[in-house]
């Protein structure tokens, strides 16, 4: 059969992933009526209905679930196909890494700088991933992993376990005298929603007395959680590694009390198999960046 154009397909795609014309026009540059028109025209190419008209907005039929999740793929494919060959065009090397946002925000992100200058050949894409994917499927060149060492078909090379300590802001600790670990069953908590327990836990390691309080602020990434701290929302219970910029800087406070260790490593994860030079580098360069400092 002849394929869409491309125009289309990423008019369906924008339009399947905010699930909205009109985000999708903006995102795209276009009318919310030109974005309606581009996917009418795909399904009369298709020959069936990608999204069904509810209301004012729209939902993607079973056969339009089934065709955007594939796009996205080939999509993610075709841009880092574009992307390697301009790269190499100019001489470099391109690279395709899929992060955990508060991984690539507060720990890979500040160092990479120093990577740029020692490797000024090579450039990266970062895209998040939550999950592990298939890599034959989802053609990244690397993965940041945060889990077990159970990624099927992936080599996983170790970076370091999580240490989980206990912050504040110097405003939240002087005034509820955070010096002593008793007063923290008075303080506000922050919680990160899929790690609700972690309070509890450390209560326990450290031998409290009671409960730590459940009515604080929740939010569902450490990155939100590490803002909500630095604001003085409440005391909050991280990675040692996320914040460790801001405890040097005296911006948050490292509270007395236990540290806690995670069974769970950070893994940098690739596909089996010989890996290019750029891969090599990248790799070689990461593990040297364990424990220093972002500068």
Same mark, same amino acid.
């Given at each position: 059969?002849r394929?869409?154009s491309?125009?289309?397909?990423?008019?369906f795609d924008?339009a399947?992933r905010?699930?909205s014309?009109?985000?999708?026009?903006e995102?795209i540059g276009?009318?919310?009526?030109?974005?309606?028109?581009?996917?009418?025209?795909?399904?009369?190419d298709l020959?069936?209905?990608l999204?069904q008209?509810v209301g004012?907005g729209?939902v993607?039929?079973?056969a339009?679930?089934?065709?955007a999740?594939?796009?996205?793929q080939?999509l993610?494919?075709l !841009?880092?196909s574009? /992307?390697k060959?301009?790269?190499a #065009?100019?001489?470099?090397?391109? &690279?395709?890494i899929a992060?955990l $946002?508060?991984f690539a925000?507060?720990?890979?992100?500040?160092?990479?700088?120093?990577?740029?200058?020692r490797?000024?050949?090579i450039?990266?894409?970062?895209?998040?991933r939550?999950?592990?994917?298939?890599?034959?499927r989802?053609?990244?060149?690397l993965?940041?992993h945060?889990g077990?060492?159970?990624?099927?078909?992936?080599r996983m090379?170790?970076?370091f376990g999580?240490q989980?300590?206990?912050?504040a802001a110097p405003?939240?600790f002087?005034?509820?005298?955070?010096?002593?670990?008793?007063?923290?069953t008075?303080?506000?908590l922050v919680h990160?929603?899929?790690?609700s327990d972690?309070?509890?836990?450390?209560?326990?390691?450290?031998?409290?007395r009671?409960?730590p309080r459940?009515d604080? !602020?929740?939010?569902? /990434?450490y990155?939100?959680?590490i #803002?909500a701290a630095t604001?003085? &929302?409440?005391?909050a219970?991280? $990675?040692f590694?996320m914040?460790a910029a801001?405890?040097d800087?005296?911006?948050?406070?490292q509270?007395p009390g236990?540290?806690?260790?995670?069974?769970?490593?950070?893994?940098?994860?690739?596909?089996h198999g010989a890996?290019?030079?750029?891969?090599r580098?990248?790799?070689t360069?990461?593990?040297?960046?364990?424990?220093q400092?972002?500068?």
């Open positions: 059969m394929l869409p491309l125009t289309h397909l990423r008019c924008s399947a905010h699930q014309f009109t985000a999708a026009g995102e276009l009318t919310q009526s030109a974005v309606s028109k581009k996917v009418k025209e795909l399904e009369a020959g069936f209905a999204f008209r004012r729209v993607l039929t079973a339009g679930a089934s065709l999740a594939d796009l996205a080939d993610g494919a !841009r880092n574009v /992307q060959a301009v790269a #065009g100019a001489g470099r090397s391109a &690279l395709r992060v $946002p508060t925000n507060r720990w890979l992100i500040p160092r990479l700088p120093d990577f740029f200058t490797h000024p050949e450039e990266l894409s970062l895209s998040t939550l999950e592990p994917f298939d890599f034959a989802d053609p990244f060149d993965a940041i945060y077990r060492d159970n990624w099927p078909g992936a090379v170790e970076l999580e989980m300590v206990p912050i405003e939240l002087a005034s509820h005298d955070l010096a002593s670990v008793n007063r923290l008075d303080v506000p990160l929603e899929s790690r972690a309070w509890a836990d450390w209560f326990l390691a450290a031998d409290m009671g409960q459940q604080g !602020r929740y939010f569902d /990434q990155s939100m959680v #803002g604001a003085g &929302l409440g005391a219970i991280v $990675p590694d914040v801001e405890l800087a005296g911006t948050l406070l509270l236990p540290v806690l260790r995670s069974s769970k490593r950070y893994y940098l994860t690739r596909p890996a290019p030079e750029a891969v580098k990248f790799e360069w990461i593990t040297r960046q364990l424990r400092k972002p500068g």
